[in-house]
C-alpha cells in the first residue's frame, strides 16, 4: 500500500473515504473525510482506488479533496437501481465480480469512483445481493420477499418505538386526551405491547419492543409502567392482570351462548322428567350464602316412625348438557367456576348456571337425588341413589338456618345427624381442620369489606357434613358398581398436632401444612383426611366440570347414558390439570390482592399475630383477624418461639406487588 493511495472502509454502518498516510507494522495511518487520524488493519479496507493524493499538501486540502471525492461517489451511487439490476441477474445465481458487476452498472468508462459507487450501493441496500470480497451473489426470490418482510418489521418496530415512546410519556403526565395522537391503529398495537409486558415480562410476545420502548419512555419501573398504563385507560387500577396471565375466558364464545339460549327457552316439564321418581312432595330447602345465584344442591329430612330419611339432592346438569357438545367442550376448558371478591366467571353461561340448571324456589327441576335412612342414633342404615323430579320449597340462607337452628325440628334433627356424621369421621382418623373463612367482598361503592365467616356455625356444619356424605355415598355406588370415575383419595398426614377437633388456632393452621396431597385415580381408595373409605365429589356439577362428570357416570349406572371408559376418565383428569391449577391461583390470588387492598387503609394500625416459625432474619408470624402470613423482622429485645401472641403494627402494604410488612410494638 503506498503512501496517498485513497481507501475506503466501514465505520459504524457508514463508508468512509480515507488517504494513507503512513504503513508500520502491517497497520495503516489514515486521515479521513471527517478530519481525523485513525490506525487501521488492511484487512478492513473495502474499497482500494487507483486514486491517490499528494500527502505534502496541506491537511485541510486533503480533506476538502476526500470530501468531493465521497459526494462524487455517493452521486453516482444514487444512478444505480438494484431491483432492476437483480430482475436481469437473479436468474444466473453466480457469483458476479467487483469490476464485472461495475460494467454492468456503468457500461461506459466504469473507474475506480464507479467501482465505489456499486460498493457503497450494495452495502446501503441488502435486499436483492449479498456481497463480500469475491463479489455479489443474487438473492432468490423467495429470499427478497423475505427480507423485504423484515425490513417491513423493523420499519415498524422503529415507528412503534417512538410513536410509543411518546404515547407513554403522555400518558405518564396525565395527558390522556391527546394519547390519541399517534393514532388509532398505533394506540391498539403499543397499548396490547405494554400490557404483554407488564403482565408476562419478558416472556411477553413482543418483550424486545416492550423494553425497547420503556427504554426510550425513561419507564423503568414495572410500577410506573403499569401507573401510565392505567392513566391511558388501558388497564384500571385494580386490573385482574392474573386472568390474562393464565389466558382464562371470561366470556362465552357466540356458538356456546346460541347454545344455551335454546335450552334455556325449551325449559322444564313433567313430561320431558318422564321416568323419574317424583320427589316433588318432599319439602326441599338450599341453604347457601347470601349473594348465591347458582343452586345446585339442596337437602330434605322425613322424620318417619323408626329412621329419618335425608335426602341430598343434586340438580341434574347432565339432563340439559350433552357430553362434548359445544356447552359441555366450553365448561371442559373452564374446568370450574370462578368465586373472587369483585367478580364470578361461570362454568356455565349464567342462563344455565343461574337459570335452568339451577335449583330455584318453584321451578320444577331433574336431579340426582340420594335418600340416605339414619337411626335414630344417627348411624346410616341404607341408601338409594335415583335419578329424580324435584321442587324447591324453601331457598334459606346460612343466616336463615342458624336463626332456626334451636326451634325449627328439621334443621335441629339435620344438625344432630350432621355431628353425628363428623363424630364417626373422627373415630375413622379423620383430621378435621377448623378455621374461619375470611369473607372479602366490594360493596355498590367499591369499597372493600371483610369478615370473618364462622365455618362451624350450625348453617355450615351441617351442609358441609352432609354434602361430604352425599359424595362418600356417591363414590361407594360408582365403586361398588365397578365404574371408573374421579375418585380422591388422601395418604395420611405426616404427622398430627392434636387429636379430633380439638385444636388451637396455631394447631389448625399448622396442621393444614402436614396434610398430604390429595391424589385423583379413576379407581378408590381412602381419603385419610375425611376419615372415609371413598371420596368423589358429585354436589356441584355447575360450578365443577369432575362433579359434572360423577353425575354422568351416576347415570350410566341408573341406565340413563353410556358411562365414561376409564380412559376417557384418565384423559379427563389430564384435561382438567391446567385449568384447576390456574383458578386455584387465580382465586387464591385475588384473594389475597383484595385482602391487601383492604389493609392498605389500614397502615399504622396494630393487630394480633400469631408467632408460627422462626427464620433466618426473622419471624414468620400469622395476622388474626385475617388470616393472612407475614414476616416479622428481628427486633432488640423480643425472643418469640412458635404460638405465641404478639401485638404488631401494619408499616407498609402494597396490594398490586403482593407485599405486607409489619412490626413489633
Request: with cysteine.
Amino acid at each position: 500500500m503506498e503512501l496517498g493511495s485513497v481507501i475506503e472502509y466501514i465505520d459504524k454502518q457508514r463508508i468512509l473515504c480515507a488517504v494513507v498516510l503512513e504503513v508500520k507494522k502491517q497497520k495503516l495511518c489514515l486521515l479521513t473525510e471527517n478530519n481525523r487520524e485513525v490506525s487501521l488493519s488492511p484487512g478492513r479496507i473495502a474499497h482500494r482506488s487507483n486514486t491517490s493524493l499528494d500527502v505534502t499538501q496541506g491537511r485541510d486540502r486533503m480533506v476538502g479533496m476526500l470530501k468531493t471525492l465521497a459526494m462524487r461517489r455517493n452521486d453516482l451511487r444514487r444512478q444505480i437501481d438494484l431491483r432492476e439490476l437483480w430482475e436481469v441477474l437473479n436468474s444466473e445465481q453466480e457469483w458476479i465480480d467487483l469490476p464485472t458487476m461495475t460494467a454492468f452498472c456503468f457500461p461506459e468508462d466504469p473507474g475506480s469512483d464507479q467501482e465505489s459507487a456499486v460498493v457503497r450501493a450494495f452495502f446501503e441496500n441488502r435486499r436483492y445481493f449479498k456481497f463480500n470480497h469475491e463479489g455479489f451473489f443474487p438473492h432468490s426470490e423467495a429470499e427478497v420477499e423475505r427480507l423485504i418482510a423484515r425490513e417491513r418489521e423493523e420499519a415498524r418496530r422503529r415507528h412503534l418505538i417512538e410513536t410509543g415512546a411518546a404515547w407513554l410519556n403522555q400518558a405518564m403526565q396525565g395527558r390522556v386526551a391527546e394519547v390519541d395522537t399517534a393514532g388509532a391503529q398505533d394506540r391498539v398495537a403499543v397499548a396490547g405491547v405494554l400490557s404483554d409486558y407488564f403482565i408476562f415480562g419478558k416472556d411477553s410476545r413482543e418483550a424486545a419492543l416492550g423494553k425497547a420502548i420503556c427504554a426510550r419512555a425513561g419507564v423503568g419501573s414495572p410500577d410506573k409502567l403499569f401507573q401510565a398504563l392505567v392513566q391511558a385507560g388501558v388497564m384500571t387500577a385494580d386490573e385482574n392482570t392474573d386472568l390474562i396471565r393464565e389466558a382464562i375466558p371470561v366470556n362465552f364464545p357466540r356458538r356456546v351462548t346460541a347454545a344455551a339460549e335454546t335450552l334455556a327457552s325449551q325449559g322444564t316439564t313433567a313430561g320431558n322428567l318422564a321416568g323419574r321418581r317424583d320427589l316433588t312432595h318432599l319439602a326441599l330447602m338450599t341453604i347457601d350464602g347470601q349473594s348465591t345465584q347458582d343452586f345446585d344442591d339442596a337437602i330434605s329430612i322425613q322424620n318417619l316412625d323408626d329412621h329419618y330419611l335425608i335426602g341430598v339432592h343434586i340438580v341434574d346438569v347432565a339432563h340439559f348438557v350433552a357430553k362434548g357438545d359445544p356447552i359441555d367442550e366450553e365448561a371442559l376448558r373452564r374446568g370450574s367456576s370462578i368465586y373472587m371478591p369483585d367478580q364470578k366467571i361461570p362454568m356455565l353461561p349464567p342462563v344455565l348456571a343461574e337459570g335452568l340448571c339451577s335449583l330455584r324456589e318453584g321451578q320444577l327441576r331433574p336431579a340426582i337425588s340420594t335418600l340416605i335412612k339414619i337411626s335414630p342414633i344417627g348411624d346410616i342404615l341404607a341408601y338409594d341413589v335415583m335419578a329424580s323430579m324435584v321442587r324447591i320449597r324453601h331457598q334459606r340462607t346460612y343466616y336463615d338456618v342458624n336463626l332456626l337452628s334451636e326451634e325449627d325440628p328439621d334443621v335441629i334433627h339435620l344438625k344432630e345427624i350432621a355431628a353425628r356424621f363428623r363424630e364417626q369421621r373422627l373415630d375413622q382418623g379423620a383430621v378435621q381442620i377448623s378455621l374461619p373463612d375470611v369473607n372479602i367482598w366490594r360493596d355498590e361503592n367499591g369499597q372493600v369489606g371483610v369478615s370473618k365467616i364462622n365455618r362451624e356455625s350450625p348453617a355450615r356444619m351441617l351442609v358441609a357434613e352432609l354434602m361430604i356424605m352425599a359424595n362418600w355415598l356417591t363414590a361407594r355406588f360408582l365403586r361398588d358398581s365397578g365404574v371408573p370415575a374421579i375418585f380422591r383419595t388422601q395418604p395420611d398426614p405426616k404427622s398430627r398436632l392434636y387429636q379430633r377437633n380439638e385444636g388451637t388456632l396455631f394447631q389448625n393452621w399448622m396442621q393444614r401444612r402436614l396434610l398430604s396431597r390429595f391424589v385423583l385415580d379413576t379407581k378408590s381408595d381412602r381419603h385419610s383426611g375425611l376419615g372415609i373409605d371413598a371420596y368423589v365429589t358429585a354436589t356441584s356439577p355447575i360450578r365443577k366440570y369432575s362433579d359434572l362428570v360423577s353425575q354422568r357416570q351416576v347415570k350410566a349406572v341408573l341406565g340413563l347414558e353410556e358411562p365414561y371408559s376409564e380412559e376417557d376418565i384418565s384423559q379427563i383428569m389430564q384435561r382438567l390439570e391446567q385449568p384447576m391449577g390456574a383458578v386455584s391461583r387465580v382465586q387464591h390470588g385475588r384473594h389475597q390482592y383484595w385482602l391487601l387492598r383492604y389493609l392498605e387503609a389500614r397502615v399504622g394500625e396494630r393487630e394480633q399475630a400469631i408467632v408460627l416459625m422462626r427464620r433466618k432474619n426473622g419471624y414468620q408470624v400469622l395476622l388474626v383477624n385475617y388470616l393472612v402470613e407475614c414476616d416479622l423482622p428481628l427486633t432488640s429485645g423480643f425472643d418469640l418461639k412458635p404460638e405465641d401472641m404478639i401485638t404488631v403494627m401494619i408499616q407498609h402494604v402494597n396490594a398490586r406487588q403482593g407485599k405486607l410488612t409489619v412490626f413489633a410494638v
